[in-house]
């Protein structure tokens, strides 16, 4: 090469050098823009929801997706209505959520959710009106039967029950309850979805179900504060009361502090629901019976599975899934149900899936 054309190569050169920044970047938009958009979105900020998003990520990976995973700072229907909007601005294609209101959220999500967007619904479900493909989670009234047993094996000659719980409109929590009154009365597993299970569960305060009644069920809207309050004044105003029970993950360590305030640790019987890490040091140490526990890393994992597939192929949802999630169908549509677990400080010869030790590590590497 002459001396002249060297000269001439140098700033062509030098504009693609300078220009390299750019087309990698440009290129790296491009395959990103290709990639399927998934909002998962759920109903609180709490550590439950955080190993969800570990899962969505993980199927991010897994799926080739671009998930952007969100918590609402207030857990209300409104910020959740605001997150999707922004969602759709954004160009989500799929959405996964955990409606807090079914009723209404059924209605406005029929509205605002365009047509080529597909809406799953994880961990609570829609009303059966939902324009929704399908629901991800645990069979809420089942994992309750658990709870109402667990109950039983530990209070066995009868109980006076308070429930707490963030809210009487969530579907899901609506459904424990079913399912909890359908255990304490005694009912089968199967029987917790028959309509005897939901007429139990109309009946007004206090609820008689033989040796067992339910005095009331007191909500907080997702505070752990609001919840400790409610369980002294409970214990306060009713001290008849030997046996408390948590809907969410908030509650049973509310549900601790409020008995260890009152100085009644061993007097009060306690049973939750979820794996907060307080309720699994209270499960070792004796102080709570035991609790069921969902699989959210299975919920995010599962649901960007879901919504990828769905996106690929025109709205079709996949045929094959993991062995360890069942297919229904109800009126509502599919559902795809990962099993609950029950959880206690060891095999007493009652309900037990894992005892609380193998639980914890497990639990500590997903969130890792």
Same mark, same amino acid.
């Given at each position: 090469?002459?001396?002249?054309?060297?000269?001439?190569?140098?700033?062509?050169?030098?504009?693609?050098?300078?220009?390299?920044? &750019?087309?990698?970047?440009?290129?790296? /938009?491009?395959?990103?823009?290709?990639?399927?958009?998934?909002?998962?979105?759920?109903?609180?900020?709490?550590?439950?929801?955080?190993? !969800?998003? @570990?899962?969505?990520? =993980?199927?991010? @990976?897994?799926?080739? =997706?671009?998930?952007?995973?969100?918590?609402?700072?207030?857990?209300?229907?409104?910020?959740?209505?605001? $997150?999707?909007?922004?969602?759709?601005?954004?160009?989500?294609? +799929?959405? !996964?959520? #955990?409606?807090?209101?079914?009723?209404?959220?059924?209605?406005?999500?029929?509205?605002?959710?365009?047509?080529?967007?597909? &809406?799953?619904?994880?961990?609570?479900?829609?009303?059966?009106?939902?324009?929704?493909?399908?629901?991800? +989670?645990?069979?809420?009234?089942? =994992?309750?039967?658990?709870? +109402?047993?667990?109950?039983?094996?530990?209070?066995?000659?009868?109980?006076?029950?308070? $429930?707490?719980?963030?809210? %009487?409109?969530?579907?899901?929590?609506?459904?424990? /309850?079913?399912?909890?009154?359908?255990?304490?009365?005694?009912?089968?597993?199967?029987? #917790?979805? #028959?309509?005897?299970?939901?007429?139990?569960?109309? /009946?007004?305060?206090?609820?008689?179900?033989?040796?067992?009644?339910?005095?009331? %069920?007191?909500?907080?809207?997702?505070?752990?504060?609001?919840?400790?309050?409610?369980?002294?004044? %409970?214990?306060?105003?009713?001290?008849?009361?030997?046996?408390?029970?948590? &809907?969410?993950?908030?509650?049973?360590? !509310?549900?601790?502090?409020?008995?260890?305030?009152?100085?009644?640790?061993?007097?009060?019987?306690?049973?939750?629901?979820?794996?907060?890490?307080?309720?699994?040091?209270?499960?070792?140490? +004796?102080?709570?019976?035991?609790?069921?526990?969902?699989?959210?890393?299975?919920?995010?994992?599962?649901?960007?599975?879901?919504?990828?597939?769905?996106?690929?192929?025109?709205?079709?949802?996949?045929?094959?899934?993991?062995?360890?999630?069942?297919?229904?169908?109800?009126?509502?549509?599919?559902?795809?149900?990962?099993?609950?677990?029950?959880? @206690? /400080?060891?095999?007493?010869?009652?309900?037990?899936?894992?005892?609380?030790? %193998?639980? =914890?590590?497990? &639990?500590?590497?997903?969130?890792?």
């Amino acid at each position: 090469m002459s001396q002249n054309s060297t000269k001439a190569f140098k700033p062509i050169l030098l504009i693609v050098i300078a220009m390299i920044p &750019l087309m990698v970047s440009l290129y790296v /938009r491009f395959h990103q823009n290709n990639k399927p958009k998934i909002a998962v979105i759920t109903n609180c900020a709490v550590d439950f929801w955080t190993i !969800a998003g @570990k899962g969505a990520y =993980a199927g991010a @990976k897994a799926f080739d =997706a671009d998930v952007e995973f969100r918590m609402p700072a207030f857990p209300s229907a409104a910020e959740q209505h605001r $997150i999707v909007e922004d969602s759709l601005a954004k160009g989500a294609q +799929g959405i !996964a959520i #955990s409606p807090i209101d079914a009723a209404d959220q059924t209605v406005v999500f029929n509205r605002i959710i365009p047509k080529g967007v597909y &809406l799953i619904a994880q961990d609570s479900d829609f009303f059966k009106e939902s324009k929704r493909k399908c629901y991800v +989670g645990t069979d809420n009234i089942k =994992a309750g039967w658990r709870v +109402g047993k667990l109950v039983r094996e530990v209070l066995p000659s009868g109980a006076k029950i308070v $429930i707490y719980g963030s809210s %009487t409109d969530q579907l899901n929590l609506q459904q424990r /309850r079913q399912g909890i009154i359908a255990g304490l009365a005694g009912l089968t597993e199967n029987e #917790s979805k #028959s309509e005897v299970a939901y007429q139990l569960l109309r /009946r007004p305060y206090p609820i008689s179900l033989g040796k067992y009644t339910v005095i009331a %069920t007191m909500t907080d809207n997702a505070d752990r504060e609001k919840c400790y309050a409610n369980v002294v004044d %409970t214990l306060v105003k009713h001290p008849e009361v030997n046996c408390l029970v948590g &809907l969410c993950c908030h509650n049973p360590p !509310a549900m601790m502090l409020g008995v260890e305030k009152l100085k009644k640790e061993g007097q009060i019987k306690l049973v939750g629901f979820d794996e907060d890490e307080m309720t699994l040091l209270n499960i070792k140490n +004796g102080n709570i019976h035991g609790t069921v526990v969902q699989n959210p890393y299975v919920f995010g994992y599962e649901s960007v599975r879901i919504l990828d597939h769905c996106i690929k192929n025109n709205g079709k949802l996949p045929s094959d899934m993991p062995k360890n999630i069942t297919r229904e169908q109800n009126e509502n549509g599919p559902q795809y149900f990962v099993a609950p677990r029950v959880i @206690k /400080r060891s095999n007493d010869g009652g309900l037990f899936d894992m005892d609380v030790d %193998t639980f =914890a590590a497990d &639990l500590k590497q997903k969130k890792s």
